[in-house]
Antibody, heavy 116, light 107 residues
Framework: QVLLVQSGAEVKKPGASVKVSCEAS????????IHWVRQAPGQGLEWMGR????????NYAQKFQGRVTMTRDTSISTAYMELSSLNSDDTAIYYC?????????WGQGTLVTVSS | DIQMTQSPSSLSASVGDRVTITCRAS??????LGWYQQKPGKAPKRLIY???SLQSGVPSRFSGSGSGTEFTLTISSLQPEDFATYYC?????????FGQGTKVEIK
C-alpha cells in the first residue's frame, strides 16, 4: 500500500533552518509529484510547493520563495523540504502528499516548533 | 493567483441532517477541485476528486458537484463520524489554494 512516512518533530530557534523528510513506499516514487502543505496551530491548510521527483523541477508558493528548498533522493524514494530563516510564524505541522488528481495520500505530518 | 472562498466557515448540524458546503473560485478551474476531511490531530483525507468523483472507500453519503467557479460538497445524512473540518483544494494552476475550511459541529 502507498505510504508516506515523515521524519520526527523538530524544535528550532528563530533564524535557524529545518529539513523535513518524506519517505515513500508502495508505488514508483518518480511517477508522482510530491507536494508540501503546512498547518499552523488552529489554522487552515497552506500549500507550500511541489517537486517532480523524476526531474527535480519545483514550484514554490510566492510566500516561501527564497526560503524554501524542495529536493529528492530517488535512490531512497525520499523527498525533502528545507525551510530557512525560521520565525515563530513557521510553527506548524508540515505534511507531504502525493499528487494524483490533486493529492491523494498524505504523510503523518511533522511538527516544527520555532521557539527561543 | 486563484482564490478559493469557502462557506460557511462553521455550521452546527444534527445526526441525519443534510449538509452542504460551497467553494467558489475567483476564476474558472474546470473540474480541478478536491474535497478533504480533517479530524483533530490527523492528516487530511480526500473524499472527492475531480469535483464529483468519490474517492475509493469513502461512503456514498458524500457527493460533490460543480464545475468552473462554483462547487458543492454534500453530506446526505450526517453521521457521528462526520463531525470534522472540511476543505476544498483547487489544483488547476499554481499556486494551489485551499479554501478556508468549514468546521462541522454537533448541534
Amino acid at each position: 500500500q502507498v505510504l508516506l512516512v515523515q521524519s520526527g518533530a523538530e524544535v528550532k530557534k528563530p533564524g535557524a533552518s529545518v529539513k523535513v523528510s518524506c519517505e515513500a513506499s508502495g508505488y514508483t516514487f518518480t511517477a508522482f509529484y510530491i507536494h508540501w502543505v503546512r498547518q499552523a496551530p488552529g489554522q487552515g491548510l497552506e500549500w507550500m510547493g511541489r517537486i517532480n521527483p523524476n526531474s527535480g523541477i519545483t514550484n514554490y508558493a510566492q510566500k516561501f520563495q527564497g526560503r524554501v528548498t524542495m529536493t529528492r533522493d530517488t535512490s531512497i524514494s525520499t523527498a525533502y523540504m528545507e525551510l530557512s530563516s525560521l520565525n515563530s510564524d513557521d510553527t506548524a505541522i508540515y505534511y507531504c502528499a502525493r499528487d494524483y488528481v490533486s493529492v491523494d495520500y498524505w504523510g503523518q505530518g511533522t511538527l516544527v516548533t520555532v521557539s527561543s | 493567483d486563484i482564490q478559493m472562498t469557502q462557506s460557511p466557515s462553521s455550521l452546527s448540524a444534527s445526526v441525519g441532517d443534510r449538509v452542504t458546503i460551497t467553494c467558489r473560485a475567483s476564476q474558472g478551474i474546470r473540474n480541478d477541485l478536491g474535497w478533504y476531511q480533517q479530524k483533530p490531530g490527523k492528516a487530511p483525507k480526500r473524499l472527492i476528486y475531480a469535483a464529483s468523483s468519490l474517492q475509493s472507500g469513502v461512503p456514498s453519503r458524500f457527493s460533490g458537484s460543480g464545475s468552473g467557479t462554483e462547487f458543492t460538497l454534500t453530506i446526505s445524512s450526517l453521521q457521528p463520524e462526520d463531525f470534522a473540518t472540511y476543505y476544498c483544494l483547487q489544483h488547476n494552476s499554481y499556486p494551489w489554494m485551499f479554501g478556508q475550511g468549514t468546521k462541522v459541529e454537533i448541534k
